[in-house]
T-cell receptor, first 109, second 110 residues
Framework: GQSLEQPSEVTAVEGAIVQINCTYQ??????LSWYQQHDGGAPTFLSY????GLEETGRFSSFLSRSDSYGYLLLQELQMKDSASYFC??????????FGAGTRLFVKA | ETGVTQSPTHLIKTRGQQVTLRCSSQ?????VSWYQQALGQGPQFIFQ???????GRGNFPPRFSGLQFPNYSSELNVNALELDDSALYLC?????????FGEGSRLTVL
């Protein structure tokens, strides 16, 4: 089977840096994605890592270590609007994407 | 704005009834996936269609079924509704892995 683990909640202050970790167990692994979902909204794509290393997109970066079955999402210069749920998701053969339970990020002033 | 539209946005059904949810994919996307998201949980993979054929299914019973049409739009059908089917149903279209989600259909089963 497959499973993804990520913390259920993280709290940080505006302007800070926060890291959300994700470990996974799956067969046919292709890559690790991250999605953001605000309350009442749809998940939106943030980043995708197919190879080991760091991918940077503006304030957001994502890291993958395939040998450790581990990745993280790094959010810098936190803003209040970053308060949302963040999901790691494993892409498998045929691009079937399986999501974790999500990490709820609270950004405080 | 992802270009993926779902209907209806909200609906209420009673146990035992049947429901059909609809999804229009982003133009050119030949793959559509359906997810069930309970409150406070991550999206759970129901199934995926590629060029009108189901090519992957999650851990959902056969009363969850779907269709994809030649224009790549899609339907999710759920028969014999149960209370636990109450959830947000998300459709996502994709071309090369990245998922583009619609706003979802929120189903309440009473």
């Amino acid at each position: 089977g497959q499973s993804l683990e990520q913390p259920s909640e993280v709290t940080a202050v505006e302007g800070a840096i926060v890291q959300i970790n994700c470990t996974y167990q799956t067969s046919g692994f292709y890559g690790l994605s991250w999605y953001q979902q605000h309350d009442g909204g749809a998940p939106t794509f943030l980043s995708y890592n197919a190879l080991d290393g760091l991918e940077e997109t503006g304030r957001f970066s994502s890291f993958l270590s395939r040998s450790d079955s581990y990745g993280y999402l790094l959010l810098q210069e936190l803003q209040m609007k970053d308060s949302a749920s963040y999901f790691c998701a494993v892409s498998r053969a045929g691009f079937k994407t399986i999501f974790g339970a999500g990490t709820r990020l609270f950004v405080k002033a | 704005e992802t270009g993926v539209t779902q209907s209806p946005t909200h609906l209420i059904k009673t146990r035992g009834q049947q429901v059909t949810l609809r999804c229009s994919s982003q133009s050119g996307h030949n793959t559509v996936s359906w997810y069930q998201q309970a409150l406070g949980q991550g999206p759970q993979f129901i199934f995926q269609y590629y060029r009108e054929e189901e090519n992957g299914r999650g851990n959902f019973p056969p009363r969850f079924s779907g269709l994809q049409f030649p224009n790549y739009s899609s339907e999710l059908n759920v028969n014999a509704l149960e209370l636990d089917d109450s959830a947000l149903y998300l459709c996502a279209s994709s071309l090369a892995g990245e998922l583009f989600f619609g706003e979802g259909s929120r189903l309440t089963v009473l």
